[in-house]
């Protein structure tokens, strides 16, 4: 979402939102109904600019990039349908596994189609901050997370690094093997400018934000934390990070279905992860 807001100069990085706890609509028909979209602090976060917005997942923030609010017109559905394909989420990446799931980026064709109703400003604040309808597998946001890690190349990824044969000759002799190329799917979709201020803000989430468990690895990380709400007081555990920041070699996604918060529980288990792989290279 910051990506696309920022490549659309829907914002710039030193603009700021004012948080103060979500934001108020009023039911067009009858002004009496008001649908509130809360932050998930109460009081909210002040006013925040994109960096600490990622770092804090100030949901104001998000809402008001995604579906526009006050003098921020918005990306928009289309738009946000958009540059979530580009980074690979709503259809297949083509693994070379069977089973893969395409996922699901809702639009108003979608939802007339499915669900007979109407598209409202409610459905795109929601989409915004990965709630609603949308459904996304850890592949594809692994892959994304990859993408803005390494300055804007989307691969397809790959669980077979190399196709390897007998020789027919001795144990000491090397088997003929074949290389299995990267596939890029799409690269340059967003400026490497902008992505790097979404990593300042992966960054920024790990030296004050919701992965501060991160801190302390041997290595500089970055990442974001997601808590995706499935049913009343219900809610899946997401972390998906970088490292090391500097020199990103990487990616590790975590979700705990019905785990509760990213920041409690997701995170904990990355940094068991990130742990052990950079012990392993000392």
């Not at 597998?137 to 990859?146: D, E, G, H, S, Y």
């Not at 790097?196 to 920024?204: A, L, N, S, W």
Request: glycine share 14%.
């Amino acid at each position: 979402m910051a990506s696309a807001a920022l490549q659309e100069n829907v914002i710039g990085p030193e603009k700021t939102i004012l948080s103060t706890g979500g934001i108020d609509i009023v039911n067009k028909y009858n002004n009496e109904i008001i649908y509130t979209f809360g932050d998930w602090k109460i009081g909210g976060h002040g006013a925040v600019n994109v960096i600490k917005a990622i770092a804090e997942s100030v949901n104001t923030y998000f809402y008001t990039i995604g579906g526009g609010h006050g003098d921020v017109k918005g990306l928009g559905v289309e738009k946000i349908k958009k540059y979530l394909g580009l980074f690979g989420w709503g259809g297949a990446l083509g693994v070379d596994l069977p089973g893969e799931k395409d996922g699901l980026i809702p639009d108003p064709r979608w939802k007339e189609s499915v669900k007979g109703e109407n598209w409202y400003i409610g459905d795109t604040y929601n989409i915004s901050i990965g709630q609603g309808d949308i459904a996304v597998t850890p592949l594809q946001v692994t892959a994304a997370v990859a993408a803005i890690a390494n300055g804007g190349t989307l691969y397809q990824p790959k669980f077979v690094k190399k196709i390897a044969e007998p020789s027919g000759k001795s144990d000491e002799q090397e088997e003929k093997f074949e290389e299995v190329a990267p596939k890029i799917i799409g690269q340059g979709f967003v400026s490497a400018k902008n992505l790097e201020i979404v990593r300042k803000g992966m960054r920024e989430a790990v030296i004050s934000g919701s992965s501060r468990a991160l801190y302390d690895l041997p290595v500089k990380a970055a990442g974001k934390t997601g808590t995706a709400q499935f049913a009343k007081n219900k809610t899946h555990a997401w972390f998906s990070g970088f490292a090391p920041y500097e020199n990103p070699e990487i990616v590790v996604t975590v979700l705990i279905e019905g785990g509760g918060e990213g920041s409690a529980a997701a995170v904990p288990v990355a940094k068991e992860v990130l742990k052990w792989y950079f012990e392993r290279q000392k």
